[in-house]
């Protein structure tokens, strides 16, 4: 392995979070695990087959790109692609048994006809994809209408606050309007009736029989401000290492721009991992890793493929040591906290050029 900048992902914790969710709803639902974006980062072939092995047999992707991997990957079950896909590929998605979103009537009409799986979107509130429920009457039309055209096997919506207390008031109103609409269909007996997300699978009445588990089956939260249930931890780690050990005299300035001047004779370590790699350049000057156990402050701005970091206080840091990016109880969720985003983006924007490394 080159020993530059790596990830290193535990599948068994990602396995074991999925147990320890599934044993927290009734039993009549179902996991639909969430492996889009290759597996937010984590890596989607070696992820949906840990899971597969687990007795997982529901999951959606973003695209028939996603889905054909999988498939390819001898992943079986249902596959649901939860966006557009184009409609001069709906041969492709029957060849492959792939099921997929009906975003609108206008593209149920264009996707009919050859008898593919397909499950219609019903928009609640988010304002994205789906038929409208504010006009129930109008979806039980539509889904009445194109019954036939399909191997129609399911609704679903999507909770866009579920992760936030003081939105529950929106978030019980979409449920409410989802059930309105699945209720209405309800003598068609569609085997897939589902809203939940991980945040909404835990925190709301259960409603559906699929719970779509997505960011908590990697060990991060859906918000910073939510408590993960006992024993779901990350599944991933990022690494480096120290490149080089140099020293700055009083006043002396480090990288493009000299943003960052020392106050004080310094330390200073450079790291090879950069924007480049995934890590947010605007973590410049104000992230930080780990060396030792210690923290490393950030210093001066984060270079494509190197950064540099105070080891002033870390007196042992020396060429070639160990360094950690996320890991060892710093997440990517406190990594987005420092720069006002979320762990999501964090490690679904870590590099195809950082190897990945399953342990």
Not at 21 to 41: N, R
Not at 76 to 81: F, K, N
Not at 167 to 179: C, D, L, P, Y
Not at 235 to 252: M, P
């Amino acid at each position: 392995m080159l020993r530059r900048s790596w990830v290193e992902i535990k599948t068994d914790t990602i396995v074991e979070n999925y147990r320890i969710f599934k044993s927290h709803l009734p039993e009549w639902q179902q996991i639909m695990a969430v492996v889009k974006a290759d597996a937010y980062g984590h890596g989607e072939m070696r992820v949906a087959r840990a899971l597969k092995e687990a007795g997982c047999t529901n999951f959606a992707v973003s695209n028939i790109e996603e889905a054909a991997s999988l498939r390819e990957a001898g992943i079986e079950g249902q596959i649901l692609i939860l966006g557009y896909t184009p409609v001069s590929m709906k041969e492709e998605l029957k060849r492959l048994d792939i099921t997929q979103a009906l975003l609108n009537e206008e593209y149920a009409e264009l996707m009919s006809g050859c008898g593919i799986k397909a499950q219609f979107a019903i928009d609640t509130g988010m304002n994205r994809i789906g038929l409208d429920a504010d006009v129930p009457s109008e979806c039980e039309r539509i889904i009445r209408k194109y019954q036939s055209g399909f191997g129609l096997t399911g609704l679903f919506t999507h909770l866009c606050v579920a992760d936030t207390d003081s939105e529950r008031e929106f978030t019980e109103g979409q449920i409410a309007k989802f059930r309105a609409v699945a209720e209405s269909v309800s003598d068609l007996n569609l085997p897939y009736v589902h809203c939940m997300n991980s945040a909404g699978g835990l925190r709301y009445q259960p409603y559906g029989n699929l719970v779509r588990l997505g960011i908590i089956l990697y060990g991060l939260k859906p918000d910073i401000s939510n408590t993960l249930l006992p024993g779901i931890k990350p599944a991933l780690e990022w690494k480096s290492v120290i490149s080089e050990i140099n020293h700055l005299k009083e006043g002396e300035t480090v990288g493009y721009g000299r943003t960052f001047k020392a106050d004080r004779p310094m330390r200073i370590a450079v790291i090879p991992t950069g924007y480049a790699d995934g890590l947010d350049r605007k973590l410049s000057n104000r992230g930080c890793v780990f060396i030792h156990g210690k923290k490393a402050p950030i210093i001066g701005r984060i270079c494509m493929d190197q950064m540099t970091v105070d080891v002033s206080d870390i007196p042992q840091a020396s060429f070639e040591d160990e360094v950690t990016l996320i890991g060892d109880g710093y997440t990517a969720d406190d990594m987005a906290a420092a720069i006002g985003t979320i762990g999501y983006e964090i490690v679904c924007g870590i590099s195809k050029r950082v190897p990945k490394i399953y342990i």
